[in-house]
């Protein structure tokens, strides 16, 4: 590995210099926006303010950074719940973009951002390619999702903002994906891990071997992965790869990356406040500590997110990182606290799948989800029992049922599914909590 020295000369980028700045400086900036970001909320949050007053709290009781763990957490029910502008703290006039996720039922959540808060996310995106040693000159191939998902815009600003060249491919067609790869001298890829698994083993039955092509980087996320599965992909396509996390509700992706040293991913603090708290109680917990993670976003003007509960089960780790950036780290998420699973990409709550099946008649509420995973493509297999009178009639009602089931499930959670309908009473029914969801799913397949 190169040393230190020669390392920051080879990676510099005039955009990461907020990365490099003395942590106090970075704390005193935090304590800044977060006076800010609290008033801002309490005086054009509804919900927020109501829920200050239930304790007692105003923004002036924000004395130091510490004092976050006095503020109250918002949850994802809170975007439910106030679907779809009820957290806004921007008149819509102000808001430039909205993106949607995935809520826990059929509808959505959804998120908004100004202009100021675009223009943040292209920054952290921005930083987040050069920690991966890209500059301008780099061709990135963007296969995130273009749309709603946050994926695609947010990497294609942030490539922009770095004077790169993106091409937004979006995701799928395969072929074409290679395609361009090879034509257009690609030199970055940005798409979910097991979709590249999935682009090297297609390139290899077209008989191209990525070790032969320019590409040498690629920025992975939106879904756990693990080191293995870094070892192997770097392996088969000889490249470097870098994960990368957020989520919709805190900007979308550049919450935090990796840097060449691959140990633990540094967090955007001038932007996105960290803590870890313990799932079950909300303490917060020591660096160090496994939990889950809370973020609050520091400047976000159109829909602040204060002590925001992520789910995501995470450490941070201090010390510093060889590379010289003075942001704290997290360890990769490999797991969560609720029962949301991803698959290609897509967050899918088991309660959506049940939302599904039941607004269609004939079907009773004993359902199954199988998870597996094939040359790094994840199929999702749903069982589900029928009415005994389904069940008697004609195999046409059976097809028939199985076909608006199909439809319903690809409306609500945005992907196809192989549905088998069963006999009532085939299912394993459980003592407790039922288990709807058998993951066969091996991350480093
Ligand atoms: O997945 C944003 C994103 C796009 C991140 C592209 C990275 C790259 P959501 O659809 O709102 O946003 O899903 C957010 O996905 O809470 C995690 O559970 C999971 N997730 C995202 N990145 C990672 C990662 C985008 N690198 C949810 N490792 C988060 C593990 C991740 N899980």
């Not at 945005?414 to 029914?429: C, D, F, S, Y």
Request: glycine share 8%.
């Amino acid at each position: 590995m190169t040393s230190l020295l020669e390392d920051l000369a080879q990676n510099y980028n005039p955009i990461s210099a907020p990365d490099f700045v003395p942590a106090c400086h970075t704390q005193e900036l935090q304590f800044t926006r977060l006076k800010s970001i609290v008033r801002r909320a309490y005086d054009h949050g509804d919900l927020f303010r109501a829920r200050m007053q239930e304790r007692d709290l105003t923004p002036e009781d924000i004395r130091s950074l510490d004092d976050v763990s006095l503020l109250p957490f918002t949850v994802k029910a809170d975007l439910r719940d106030t679907y779809p502008f009820g957290l806004l703290t921007s008149p819509m006039s102000e808001v430039v973009r909205l993106h949607v996720s995935s809520g826990t039922t059929g509808k959505p959540i959804v998120v908004a951002y100004t202009k100021e808060d675009v223009n943040v996310w292209t920054n952290v995106m921005a930083r987040s390619f050069a920690a991966c040693g890209l500059n301008h000159g780099d061709i990135i191939q963007n296969a995130y999702g273009y749309g709603l998902f946050t994926g695609g815009l947010g990497a294609h600003y942030g490539a922009e903002e770095l004077g790169a060249t993106v091409i937004p491919i979006s995701g799928g067609h395969t072929d074409r994906q290679i395609m361009i790869m090879c034509d257009f001298h690609v030199t970055a890829i940005c798409c979910t891990p097991s979709y590249f698994i999935h682009l090297i083993d297609h390139a290899r039955g077209m008989g191209i071997d990525m070790h032969d092509l320019p590409i040498r980087v690629g920025i992975f996320g939106a879904e756990p992965w693990t080191d293995s599965m870094r070892k192997r992909i770097e392996q088969d396509a000889g490249i470097q790869a870098f994960d990368i996390y957020g989520l919709s509700e805190i900007t979308g992706p550049g919450v935090a990356i990796e840097c060449p040293y691959h140990n633990g991913l540094h967090i955007f603090e001038d932007h996105f406040y960290p803590e870890i708290v313990d799932p079950d109680t909300g303490e917060t917990l020591p660096d160090g500590a496994e939990g889950e993670l809370v973020l609050t976003t520091l400047s976000k003007k159109a829909m602040p997110m204060i002590r925001y509960r992520t789910r995501d089960i995470t450490t941070l780790i201090g010390g510093r990182c060889p590379c010289g950036r003075t942001l704290r780290r997290m360890r990769r998420v490999g797991r969560r606290s609720d029962d949301m699973f991803i698959i290609r990409g897509i967050n899918v709550f088991p309660s959506q799948v049940e939302t599904a099946l039941l607004a269609v008649e004939g079907t009773l509420p004993h359902y199954q989800i199988i998870l597996t995973r094939a040359g790094g493509l994840d199929e999702m297999e749903v069982k589900v029992e029928v009415t005994p009178e389904v069940f008697s009639d004609r195999v046409g009602s059976m097809e028939n049922l199985a076909k608006k089931l199909d439809h319903e499930l690809e409306r609500t959670i945005g992907l196809r599914a192989a549905v088998r309908l069963v006999r009532p009473n085939t299912l394993e029914r459980s003592e407790g909590k039922a288990k709807r969801v058998d993951d066969r799913r091996n991350l480093d397949e």
